[in-house]
T-cell receptor, first 114, second 116 residues
């Protein structure tokens, strides 16, 4: 069965500092992996997705993620945090084995201190 | 332009009321989804429609009744809800249900439901 584990339910960084949000997946077949962001009181917005074309994926708002098969990881990074990055971030996996449905991690809340 | 539109944004209803949540997309997508999200939790899948036919019902109580009038519209009819049904209800769509590199699930802004 496919699953996603996000390490750290809450991450706090200072403005301008590196953002690192961790995601590990479990899948018996090559997965499609996604990062979604949810700003307070809003829906989910796609940040980026891994579809096997390239292991380093660039997304919106300066975020990127690297797919590492050997580590079964898909960590999200941003070189310099901005106050507007404060939000909930969800990692998700989608494979045919789950009938094409998204399997979400529990989410990581990112706080950015001035 | 990827856009899924949901109305209303906020809904307060009594336990004996009947109300509906509406969702619309004009991206030509043929798969549409309803998710339920409680506070501080990830979204949970409720229903999936594929080519206007219900293909997945994740054991959702019958007080939630989905409807797909056409390929662009998805409704969620609500009747005799309980206070624990209060949550954010998210609609989403994708090209279809196939899992391919270009087939992303896009979400709307959600409808906040409060049952009193």
């Amino acid at each position: 069965a496919q699953s996603v584990t996000q390490l750290g339910s809450h991450v706090s960084v200072s403005e301008g500092a590196l953002v690192l949000l961790r995601c590990n997946y479990s899948s018996s077949v090559p997965p499609y992996l996604f990062w979604y962001v949810q700003y307070p009181n809003q829906g989910l917005q796609l940040l980026l997705k891994y579809t096997s074309a390239a292991t380093l994926v660039k997304g919106i708002n300066g975020f990127e993620a690297e797919f590492k098969k050997s580590e079964t990881s898909f960590h999200l990074t941003k070189p310099s945090a901005h106050m507007s990055d404060a939000a909930e971030y969800f990692c998700a996996v989608r494979t045919g084995g789950s009938q094409g449905n998204l399997i979400f991690g529990k989410g990581t809340k990112l706080s950015v201190k001035p | 332009d990827t856009e899924v539109t949901q109305t209303p944004k906020h809904l307060v209803m009594g336990m004996t009321n009947k109300k509906s949540l509406k969702c619309e997309q004009h991206m030509g997508h043929r798969a549409m989804y309803w998710y339920k999200q409680k506070a501080k939790k990830p979204p949970e899948l409720m229903f999936v429609y594929s080519y206007e036919k219900l293909s997945i019902n994740e054991s959702v109580p019958s007080r939630f009744s989905p409807e797909c009038p056409n390929s662009s519209l998805l409704n969620l009819h609500l009747h005799a809800l309980q206070p624990e049904d209060s949550a954010l209800y998210l609609c989403a769509s994708s090209q279809d249900r196939r899992v391919t590199s270009g087939n992303t699930i896009y979400f709307g802004e959600g409808s906040w439901l409060t049952v009193v």
